[in-house]
């Protein structure tokens, strides 16, 4: 640590003490004020000392005493400045790569910045990628563009790992902004803006578009009925999730996050405020999470069928809040209502749990308790005529989807699903959309042929 300095310590002002022989002391110093350039003088707390005093009346202060009251001033002093210039005292010789992550991990939680699943991928991220290149006891200020460069090149364009590689990269941006703000570092001293995570080249690119089908990633609506089809005779609630997530292209989280005051039925519209938080990252104790992003946050219209599967919903809610003693209501929509796991009733679904149900096989682990195999899922994808992954995110594809070939512009469609940047949203708009182009000519055309 670093200290500012201060003035010497002087005696302000003696007072009666009940200790007998005794006095308490109160002392003086001061230090530069980082904004104005003025003195910035400070009181300490009282002091109790012996009553013995100097030729000129000032009592004389034990050696002991005066170590002590030196600590004092001066942590005291680095307070004030710190509080007066909301800037560290560490010095920047010594900070390391894990404190500032430490810090600035610690920062996002406090000011609830991001959802807890993106923490817990940033968390992922430290421990198995960045911890591989960079020793945590690195000092901040020894991390140079050459270096994080190398790691991001052994992500991409080398390995196949696009994704982990521009999360890597944006992951040391912010950390290193982060840094900057702290005074741990230099803007000159942030190697980010030199790093860079290089496109493939053409043929590399070309490939992986024909081995890519983006029709693969959302259904076909005779393909959405097969697939409800299957989940409503195995899981109704979980019928009901899907169809809902696909009647508003809401994110599973989100989905799972609702709750009765969210909705406005009068004026048929739901407010996405929150999403359905992991056990480990909720930030409070019911499992409330943050929305992915500021574009997450919105208020969007809902159908008829969205309602009545809501209302059908929270009628459920309702019977098991009166006949289940095991129920706790805090107002989630959908609840889990287990009768194996009993203190999970009230609580909202883990979105692990529905993937869980689509995917897994049908024959589970062989139960401790009662030596029967478990079920766990269906694994839908091999009961379907048509070969597509299901998930939970593909449901809110399939919105993207249906809303692009009605022809809806695809900044309207972002806005509604909480995404105003490309990533699937674009790819699923523009391929959809792809197929529409082909009546242009026809429609050209008519401009100058004549009416049969």
Request: hydrophobic residues 35%; proline residues 2%.
């Amino acid at each position: 640590m670093e200290n500012i300095k201060i003035s010497n310590i002087t005696q302000k002002a003696i007072r009666s003490c009940a200790k007998k022989g005794s006095v308490e002391i109160k002392f003086r110093s001061s230090f530069k004020h980082p904004l104005t350039g003025k003195r910035r003088d400070f009181l300490s707390n009282w002091y109790i000392s012996k009553n013995h005093v100097d030729d000129f009346g000032k009592v004389l202060i034990s050696n002991q005493l005066k170590s002590i009251i030196q600590i004092d001033m001066q942590n005291l002093a680095n307070k004030l400045y710190q509080e007066i210039s909301k800037s560290s005292l560490i010095s920047n010789k010594d900070v390391t790569f894990e404190q500032v992550w430490t810090e600035w991990q610690e920062d996002r939680i406090i000011k609830k910045k991001v959802a807890p699943k993106t923490l817990a991928g940033e968390k992922g991220r430290y421990k198995n990628h960045f911890l591989k290149y960079i020793p945590a006891d690195s000092l901040i200020k020894n991390l140079r563009s050459d270096l994080i460069q190398s790691m991001i090149d052994d992500y991409y364009p080398i390995g196949n790992h696009k994704r982990i590689a521009q999360a890597l990269r944006s992951d040391l941006s912010s950390l290193f902004v982060f840094a900057t703000k702290k005074n741990y570092i230099t803007p000159e001293q942030n190697p980010i803006s030199f790093v860079k995570v290089d496109n493939k080249g053409l043929k590399e690119k070309i490939d992986e578009l024909k081995a890519e089908n983006i029709g693969d990633f959302f259904l076909e609506k005779d393909e959405l009925k097969e697939v409800l089809n299957i989940v409503q005779h195995h899981n109704q609630q979980y019928a009901r999730i899907f169809e809902f997530q696909v009647l508003t292209g809401m994110r599973i989280g989100e989905v799972l996050g609702l709750k009765v005051i969210d909705f406005d039925f009068e004026n048929r519209t739901v407010s996405i405020v929150r999403s359905r938080a992991t056990h480990s990252g909720a930030f409070m104790v019911n499992y409330e999470g943050n929305v992915k992003n500021a574009q997450s946050y919105r208020t969007i219209s809902i159908s008829d069928r969205a309602i009545e599967l809501v209302k059908e919903e929270i009628a459920e809610n309702e019977l098991h809040i009166i006949t289940n003693d095991d129920y706790i209501d805090n107002g989630w929509i959908f609840t889990s209502k287990s009768k194996n796991k009993a203190e999970f009733n009230g609580t909202p679904i883990h979105y692990g749990v529905l993937n869980s149900f689509l995917n897994s096989t049908e024959n589970g682990k062989v139960s401790k308790t009662t030596g029967k195999i478990k079920k766990v899922g269906i694994a839908i994808d091999t009961k379907l005529s048509f070969n597509k992954h299901i998930s939970t995110h593909i449901f809110r594809h399939t919105h993207i989807s249906f809303l692009a070939s009605e022809g809806i512009p695809l900044e309207a469609i972002q806005e509604r699903v909480g995404h105003t940047r490309g990533s699937r949203v674009t790819s699923i708009y523009l391929h959809v959309t792809k197929s529409m182009k082909k009546e242009i000519s026809k429609v050209i055309d008519s401009l100058t042929t004549p009416n049969q």
